[in-house]
C-alpha cells in the first residue's frame, strides 16, 4: 500500500556532503518527497523523536550527536517505503551493512559512544505517524 515516513538525514550525512547522494538514491528508487526542510532539531524535539531510547547509554551520546549540525527531515511517499527505505539504508551498524545500501556504501563506525550511520527512517506505521507529527505537525 501506499505509505508515508520520515526520514531524516543525520549531522553525519549533512557534514559529509551526503546530502545530494542519499536524495538521489530515494528518488531513484522511485519514492516521492513531500517535504524536506533543513533545521537544527531542538533538545525537546529529539527528546520526543528518542522518547523509546531514553535511559539507554548512549540516549545522551546520541542526541549530543544528533543536535551537533544540521538535520535535514524528509516527508516521502511511496509503496511500501517504510520497509523500502529501511532497506535501502541498511542495517543500523554501518559496518554490518550490506553493500548497495546507503550505509554499506557510505558510512563506517567511527564513534564509539554512539553509532553515526547517516540516516534514520521510521521502523513501522505507528512510528512514521508518529515521527511525522513530530517533524511535519503541518502535515498531520
Ligand atoms: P536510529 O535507528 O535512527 O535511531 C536510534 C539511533 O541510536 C540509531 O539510529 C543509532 O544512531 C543509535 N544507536 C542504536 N543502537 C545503538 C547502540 N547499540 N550503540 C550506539 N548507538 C546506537
Known amino acids: 500500500s501506499t505509505e508515508r515516513t520520515l526520514i531524516l538525514l543525520k549531522p ?16 531513484a528508487k522511485g519514492y516521492s518527497i513531500l517535504a524536506l526542510d533543513q533545521r537544527e532539531a531542538t533538545q525537546e524535539l529529539l527528546a520526543q523523536h528518542y522518547a523509546e531510547h531514553e535511559g539507554k547509554p548512549f540516549y545522551g551520546p546520541l ?6 549540525g544540521p538535520v535535514v527531515a524528509i516527508l516521502a511517499e511511496g509503496e511500501g517505503v517504510i520497509a523500502g527505505f529501511r532497506s535501502l539504508a541498511g542495517a543500523t551498524n554501518p559496518t554490518q551493512a550490506a553493500p548497495g545500501s546507503i550505509r554499506g556504501d557510505l558510512a563506517r563506525e567511527w564513534d564509539t559512544a554512539v553509532i553515526q550511520n547517516l540516516v534514520h527512517g521510521s521502523d513501522s506505521e505507528e512510528s512514521a505517524a508518529r515521527e511525522i507529527a513530530i517533524w511535519f505537525p503541518e502535515q498531520g
Not at 549533512?14 to 536524495?23: P, Y
Not at 542526541?63 to 551537533?68: C, E, G, I, P
Open 63 to 68: 542526541v549530543d550527536f544528533m543536535s551537533s
Open 12 to 27: 553525519d550525512a549533512v557534514r559529509r556532503s551526503l546530502r545530494g547522494e542519499i536524495l538521489r538514491r530515494i528518488e
